[in-house]
C-alpha cells in the first residue's frame, strides 16, 4: 500500500513488539488481580466474572 523507508519499518516494528509486550503485561496483570481477589481477599469478584453459581 504504502512505501516506508528502513527507518520507518524498524520504528513501527519496535512499536508493535512494544505494544503486543504491554497487551500481554497487562492481561497477566488483570489475571493475577483476579486470582488475588478470589484466593486473599476470599471476596466473590472472580465467581461474579465467570458466573458460577451455588458458591
Known amino acids: 500500500l504504502i512505501e ?3 527507518t520507518q519499518t524498524d520504528w513501527v516494528g519496535r512499536l508493535h513488539l512494544w505494544s503486543a509486550w ?5 492481561a497477566l496483570v488483570h ?12 471476596d466473590r469478584t472472580l465467581t461474579r ?7
Request: glycine share 12%; net charge positive; hydrophobic share 55%.
Open 31 to 42: 489475571a493475577a488481580a483476579a486470582l488475588k481477589h478470589h484466593f486473599v481477599d476470599a
Open 49 to 55: 466474572m465467570l458466573n458460577i453459581k451455588g458458591q
Open 4 to 6: 516506508l523507508s528502513p
Open 22 to 26: 504491554g497487551l500481554i503485561g497487562m
